[in-house]
Structure formats: structure tokens, C-alpha cells
């Protein structure tokens, strides 16, 4: 499959750079160019059809002409009516030559104007194309009326028919292939901006504005919000050109973005060195706060990695502070441009002051996210601490794991997850009592 992929890649165009009309406009170029080419090799065999073989064989050239400026010298653009002009030219011709009506050239007619249709980027492209083949048909059959000396008739009734036959058969062909290029590429195309909304949105609220084109604000009552942010970034960030900096912080946030995923986080946002998610939404469970502080703890534990790796290498290095606090907030999609999933509330507030009365290289958290996590980790208690515009509030730093619960490795053992399990599963059992 990846070989394939390749192929059609180097052919056809990459789906991530190319746009989707200039994946069309490449793909039908192509295939007009080995239809015509192939075409021009029936005419071999047949006496007098000499003027029929170098139409196909010229065509297919030019065609193919075509498909090399597109692809590979990025002119499709400039190309749309020299494009639909040789295709009128070719079947005008074909058509003549072909016994007219009672011919089968003129089934191409139809695949022909979906083409044109197809690679048009404006209505005014698609209009002049419409009339276009429709004076075309007019004017063939004008001609076949007064002017049928123009026609060059079949030899006999029998090869009318095979060609008849030939030329149905294959309009039906190219037409099917056509429409099959034309939904293999639209899908690919959807899958890509689905992807990228994806980015932006969970997939139930990217999936309830695509349904609705609205997201309504939920209460969520019980959610844990995570914080981050670099201590010394500001220091650091002066020493550093832009596209250092740039590239430094968007490693530390992709793996934040792993680590959150890992752990059933939604990431929100991040603002600049700051970094936000929260556990719990939009898919309600009952371990959030588990999983932040796991979040967090492996968060520490990169940073403190890259902390020693930079050292080794005598670079600056930044530190983080984590703070996470767990209540009630609203979380949605307000506005109509460059939306985004965001959540709003106290939690927010107070998970913003636990990062900020943290420590570098801690994990700070609220006596609210304390009472749902002190049986899976061992925390030391800081007392009341002020917190800005929140008075003093009860804080907790996270040390670890319970030794209990924590293997060699460091990692959780078969306690923890069966004391995991059981607080999962008493969501499961609240929810369908709630129900």
C-alpha cells in the first residue's frame, strides 16, 4: 500500500502540497494522453485510417504535453482552456471521421463536458464550457444535415457496429474510471481537512459542527484542568534566534501533545510558553484527575531529561512548573472565524494559579485534585499558600507514585491499575444510575 501510495504521489501529485484541482488536472491529463496514445494502435489494423491513427497519436502527444507542464512545472492553472479547447478539436475531428451520429465517437461527448466541468475553478469557466460542447453537438449535427459529404462514413453496416461497440464500451470505461479518480481524490481531500479540523477540535465537536455548524457550551461538573509553563523562558528565549526558540518550544509541546494523548487528555490550547489541557472532556470519566497527574509526572520527567541533555551539551535548558486543579466548568466553540475548543470558568482560573505558585521541576496541585488522587500518589502537603486574586489555598506537591503502586521501573504496577480500574468502573456505575 505504501508503494502505491508512493506511485500515485509521484504521478499524480503529493495530497499534503497539491491541491486537489491540480491532482485532477494531473490525473486526466494522464489518462486522456494513454487513452488517445493506446487508442491510436486500433487504427493499425483497419485500411484507410491513416488520418484517424495520427489524430489519436497527435493528440495523445500533446496531451501528454500537457500532464508534463502540470506536474512537474506546476502550470495547470494556464493550461484549462488550451486543455479544453484540444479536447473539443480532437472529438470535432474524431466525430467527422467517425460516420458522425451513426458512429460511437460522439459518446465521448458526455465524459468530455464532465471534464471540463470537473477541472473549471470558476462558474464562469464552467458556463463558456456548457455552451461550448453544446454548440459543438449543435454544430455536428448541422453539418451532418447540410454538409454530410464532411462526414466520412463506415465502410459497412458491421464495422459501424464493432466501432459502435468499441466506442460504447469504452466511453462507459473512461467515464467510470473518471468518476472514480474524481471520488478517490475528493475523499482524500476530505480526509485531509477532516484531519485538520481534528487538529483543531475534538472529534465529537468537530463532528457536531459539521452536523449543525454550531457547538452549544456544555457544564461539565466534575473536570481536571493542567497547566504548564517554562520557568526562565524569557531569559533563555533573549540568547536564542527566532528559529531556535521556535523549533525548541514546538519539540517540548509535541511531546506534551504525545503525553496528553497518552493519557486521555484534550489538549486546549497553548498561549505562548504556556501549555493547557484537562482531563475528563468532552468525554466524561471519572479518573481525570489520575491522568493528569500522570500527564504531568511524565511531563517532569521529559523536561528533566532534556534538562540533563542540555547540560551535557552546555545549552540552556528550560524548567516547568505544573499546577492542576479539578471542579465544574463551561467548555465549547464560540464565534464563526478560526474557532477554537476552549473552556471557561473558576477551575481555569485556580488550575492557572496552581502553575504559577508551583515550583520548577514540581507538580502543584489543589486540595480538590488531592482528595481524587491521594490514594495513587504520594503528595506533601504545602499548607494554605496565596494565590493571586484566590486568597490561600490549600496546595499539594506531587512526589511520585505510592511505592505500593510503582514498579523497579518507576512505572505503575498491577495495584495501581486495579485501584484505577475500580474508579473507572464506579463512573460507569454512576452514570448508568444517573441515566
Known amino acids: 500500500m505504501q508503494s502505491l501510495a508512493r506511485i500515485t504521489s509521484f504521478l499524480f501529485g503529493d495530497p499534503r502540497r497539491a491541491s486537489l484541482e491540480h491532482r485532477l488536472f494531473n490525473t486526466i491529463s494522464l489518462l486522456i494522453a494513454t487513452a488517445n496514445t493506446g487508442g491510436a494502435l486500433r487504427y493499425l489494423d483497419f485500411k484507410n485510417q491513416l488520418s484517424l491513427f495520427l489524430l489519436h497519436l497527435l493528440s495523445g502527444i500533446l496531451f501528454l504535453i500537457f500532464y508534463y507542464c502540470s506536474r512537474f512545472k506546476n502550470a495547470y492553472r494556464f493550461l484549462y482552456w488550451p486543455f479544453v479547447l484540444l479536447i473539443v478539436v480532437f472529438l470535432f475531428a474524431n ?6 451520429s ?19 475553478a470558476k462558474a464562469r469557466n464552467t458556463a463558456i464550457a456548457i455552451l461550448l460542447f453544446a454548440t459543438m453537438s449543435v454544430a455536428l449535427l448541422m453539418i ?20 459502435v461497440l468499441i466506442n460504447l464500451v469504452f466511453a462507459q470505461i473512461f467515464a467510470g474510471i473518471l468518476v472514480m479518480v474524481l471520488s478517490r481524490n475528493l ?10 479540523l481534528l487538529n483543531v477540535l475534538p472529534e465529537s465537536i468537530a463532528e457536531e459542527l459539521k452536523r449543525r455548524d454550531r457547538v452549544e457550551p456544555l457544564h461539565y461538573a466534575d473536570v481536571s484542568v493542567l497547566f504548564t509553563d517554562f520557568v526562565g523562558f524569557t531569559r533563555i528565549a533573549e540568547g536564542l534566534n527566532c528559529e531556535i526558540l521556535i523549533e525548541e518550544l514546538d519539540n517540548c509541546f509535541r511531546q506534551f501533545d504525545q503525553i496528553a494523548k497518552r493519557h486521555n487528555l484534550e489538549k486546549i490550547k497553548t498561549i505562548g510558553d504556556a501549555y493547557m489541557a484537562a482531563g475528563g472532556l468532552p468525554a466524561v470519566n471519572r479518573t481525570h484527575a489520575i491522568d493528569c497527574v500522570r500527564a504531568a509526572l511524565e511531563i517532569e520527567q521529559y523536561m528533566e531529561e532534556m534538562a540533563k541533555k542540555k547540560a551535557a551539551e552546555n545549552q540552556p535548558y528550560w524548567q516547568v512548573r505544573i499546577g492542576i486543579h479539578t471542579g465544574h466548568l463551561v467548555a465549547g466553540v464560540i464565534g464563526q472565524e478560526k474557532f477554537s ?26 486540595s480538590e485534585t488531592y482528595e481524587r488522587v491521594k490514594n495513587f500518589f504520594e503528595c506533601e502537603h504545602r499548607g494554605k499558600i496565596y494565590a493571586k486574586n484566590k486568597g490561600e489555598i490549600d496546595m499539594y506537591f506531587v512526589r511520585g507514585i505510592r511505592p505500593e503502586m510503582v514498579r523497579p521501573d518507576k512505572t505503575p504496577n498491577e495495584k495501581f ?14 452514570e448508568e444510575s444517573e441515566g
Do not use: C
Open 417 to 430: 491499575f486495579e485501584e484505577y480500574g475500580r474508579v473507572q468502573e464506579s463512573g460507569v456505575r454512576s
Open 144 to 163: 451532418e444535415r447540410h454538409h454530410s459529404s464532411w462526414i466520412t462514413p463506415q465502410a459497412s453496416d458491421e464495422e459501424r457496429l464493432t466501432d
Open 187 to 196: 475523499n482524500e481531500e476530505r480526509k485531509k481537512s477532516d484531519r485538520l
Open 102 to 120: 451513426l458512429g460511437g465517437a460522439h459518446y465521448y461527448l458526455i465524459p468530455a463536458l464532465v471534464i471540463a466541468v470537473v477541472l473549471s
Open 341 to 366: 475548543y476552549d473552556v471557561w470558568g473558576d477551575t481555569v482560573n485556580t488550575a492557572s494559579r496552581m502553575e504559577s505558585s508551583g515550583a520548577a521541576g514540581r507538580v502543584n496541585i489543589s
Open 95 to 100: 466525430i467527422l471521421d467517425n460516420a458522425g
